[in-house]
């Protein structure tokens, strides 16, 4: 009888490595190195040797594992083929048929990192008590994760949930990462504000904290608690077109709840009172009662997201 089930999450620098019993109650985790070089030929292989190794460190049986969750940086199919993890340096290949092949026919679920950690969310974290979410993750970009019926939304070729590159800007003149112009990510992300602030710095004489020291998404929030007017005028862009690209995001799906998560999200709530006015404005009436809330899982939702594949 199953007892056990493992929560893998991979990014480009570490793998994060949870193993979990079927209540969700993480029992260790452990990180081990991603291994890029080779087009990431050592990723699989390295994995299936910590679990083994984990095994036997715990005298736990084969038969006694339900199997392995594992959430990656990239598109992932329902059949576990992943189209180009640029990350991790890998093209195409079945993930799921791969590691369960080195695993000895062990059973293993995939999916995209953000959708993962947005399964996290809703099972463990800030969505606990919903099954129709937007997990938001606002980090160096904007990521995302939809939750449809306690299931997630992947898209036809598993690129589902990439919200940070919804446009909202028609004027913008600095390209994205992704090659377009005015991505969300270019304004919500950790790296959007600042740039953001720069240019609001740039145009305006203001007295500001911001000209006295580094500028950065913490920066400036910790200026807009204590009621730096120029910090204040960059909170309210930043929520201007967040909560523009969320209320998108509501038409559509039609969520619950949004959970706010990344390192932006430390700022706390205060997040909320910049983003609903514009999400307000913006999402169709029979969309706008959706809840804010923050993120608690942290770095750990990727690995509880990808136990719950299992469950």
């Given amino acids: 009888m199953a007892n056990y089930v493992f929560g893998v999450d991979v990014g480009g620098t570490t793998v994060k490595m ?10 260790e985790k452990w990180e081990i ?5 080779n087009s990431g030929e050592k990723i699989l292989p390295d994995i299936a040797a910590s679990i083994q190794e984990k095994l036997k460190q715990k005298a736990i049986a084969r038969e006694e594992v339900a199997g392995v969750g594992i959430g990656v940086p990239g598109p992932v199919e ?6 180009r993890a640029v990350n991790l340096g890998w093209a195409e290949l079945n993930m799921k048929e791969e590691l369960s092949a080195l695993l000895d026919g062990m059973r293993v679920e995939g999916g995209n990192d953000a959708n993962v950690a ?5 099972w463990k974290g800030g969505g606990q008590g919903h099954k129709n979410l937007v997990a938001v993750t606002l980090g160096t970009g904007v990521g995302g994760g939809i939750i449809i019926n306690g299931e997630i939304m992947t898209g036809a070729t598993g690129a589902g949930g990439e919200i940070g590159h919804i446009h909202v800007e028609d004027n913008e003149t600095e390209a994205c990462g992704c090659g377009n112009f005015g991505c969300l990510e270019e304004y919500a992300s950790a790296t ?6 720069n240019r609001a ?3 305006s004489d203001k007295d500001s904290v911001l000209r006295r020291g580094e500028v950065s998404a913490k920066t400036v929030f910790d200026a807009v608690k204590a009621g730096d007017e120029l910090a204040i005028e960059v909170a309210k862009q930043f929520g201007e077109y967040l909560g523009k690209g969320l209320g998108v995001i509501a038409g559509i799906i039609n969520p619950e709840i949004f959970v706010i998560g ?3 999200s430390k700022a706390g709530e205060i997040l909320f009172d910049y983003i609903k006015p514009s999400f307000e404005k913006t999402a169709f009436q029979g969309s706008r009662d959706a809840i804010f809330a923050l993120a608690t899982l942290g770095n750990d939702a990727g ?3 990808a136990a719950r594949l299992l469950l």
Avoid: Q, W
């Avoid at 329902?78 to 189209?83: E, L, M, N, R, T």
């Avoid at 959007?192 to 602030?197: D, H, N, Q």
């Fill in 18 to 27: 949870g193993l979990f019993d079927l209540e969700g109650n993480v029992l």
């Fill in 33 to 37: 190195p991603t291994r890029t070089e």
């Fill in 78 to 83: 329902k059949s576990g083929i992943v189209h």
């Fill in 118 to 122: 947005a399964l996290g969310e809703m």
């Fill in 192 to 197: 959007g504000i600042t740039r953001l602030a």
């Fill in 201 to 203: 710095l740039k145009a």
């Fill in 262 to 264: 990344g390192g932006v």
């Fill in 303 to 305: 690995i509880y997201g």
